[in-house]
């Protein structure tokens, strides 16, 4: 319904056609800027109704007492069942650390949140079948996991931005009364988070929308065609700044394939894409310093690869 809007508004009343790359950009930037802020109003509420039932303490305390790494793979496994794509995970990943959740389990959500999730298993499992399907699943979680671990033994606390982090540490427990003040304690952290990173959603929603509507498909497919055995990283590479829906990825990695890419080369583009992109940086950037936002992208970058390589061995 939301999306026909958009259309009609595009159409209609700025009477610029859909199939032009003016029209696509601005569908892109309008449609996505609804859906991530009304997600991010959504979400950061029902966190912060939840948080207001357990303690930061307790929910730190909690993390932290799980033997091994028992944390990250928790955490990954919960970010594999949130259908959120790179921007729409962020509003989980920051209420994770104002919660006081150690940092690199909430890392080990943030990068299995986008890479894996319902819809996009859906739709591999009716291109690529039930065997491709799984081991997708699996090495994700496995990169949520690991990816995690390592951040998480790197120190990170000292690279968030201080009223993010300070705020989560000093914080003083509150005591609720009632479902209302549990709520508006809630629609309060949202609206606060809100307004800190507004400026940069747009700013990577805008950088998206160029990205979507101006740069043609066969233009990546072409260059990464013609590089052989370095068309993983190549295609990682190429992937990490982009910014599509976790979704419309897929098919693109399926005409990949049919052109004659090979599945591991598909895969890692399809799974850059979705866990990793510019207009993330820049959001995230109003969370952590650029050090941490490097740190996080070399990893799962690094991560990719090794995935799109072991595909390309297996299958």
């Given at each position: 319904m939301i999306k026909e809007a958009v259309d009609w508004f595009i159409l209609n009343i700025l009477n610029i056609p859909l199939e032009t790359k003016l029209g696509s950009s601005l569908e892109f930037l309008i449609y996505d800027s609804i859906k991530i802020f009304?997600?991010?109003?959504?979400?950061?509420?029902?966190?912060?109704?939840?948080?207001s039932y357990v303690s930061n303490k307790k929910i730190k305390e909690s993390l932290s007492k799980q033997k091994g790494f028992v944390g990250n793979i928790l955490a990954s496994l919960f970010g594999a069942l949130t259908p959120f794509c790179t921007c729409s995970s962020i509003p989980f990943f920051i209420g994770f650390v104002e919660a006081g959740v150690p940092l690199g389990i909430a890392f080990s959500f943030l990068i299995t949140s986008p890479i894996i999730n319902e819809y996009m298993a859906v739709i591999m499992f009716g291109v690529f079948g039930l065997k491709i399907t799984l081991i997708y699943i699996v090495l994700g979680l496995i990169i949520g996991t690991v990816g995690g671990i390592i951040i998480g033994k790197t120190k990170p606390e000292k690279d968030i931005v201080k009223d993010i982090y300070i705020k989560s540490l000093n914080k003083k427990e509150m005591k609720f009364n009632s479902f209302k003040q549990r709520l508006d304690f809630g629609l309060n952290e949202s609206i606060t988070i809100i307004k800190k990173i507004w400026m940069f959603i747009f700013i990577g929603l805008g950088i998206g929308a160029v990205i979507h509507g101006f740069i043609p498909d066969t233009f990546f497919s072409n260059i990464i065609s013609e590089t052989g055995i370095f068309s993983v990283p190549l295609a990682t590479i190429i992937g990490v700044p982009?910014?599509?829906?976790?979704?419309?990825?897929v098919p693109v990695a399926v005409v990949l394939f049919q052109k004659g890419l090979p599945l591991g080369t598909a895969m890692a583009f399809m799974m850059a894409t979705a866990s990793l992109s510019l207009p993330e940086a820049i959001i995230l950037r109003r969370v952590m310093n650029l050090k941490l936002i490097l740190k996080f992208f070399g990893i799962v970058t690094l991560g990719i690869m090794v995935i799109g390589y072991l595909f390309n061995m297996i299958i």
């Open positions: 009304f997600l991010l109003f959504v979400m950061i509420t029902l966190i912060g109704i939840l948080r982009l910014y599509a829906n976790c979704a419309a990825i």
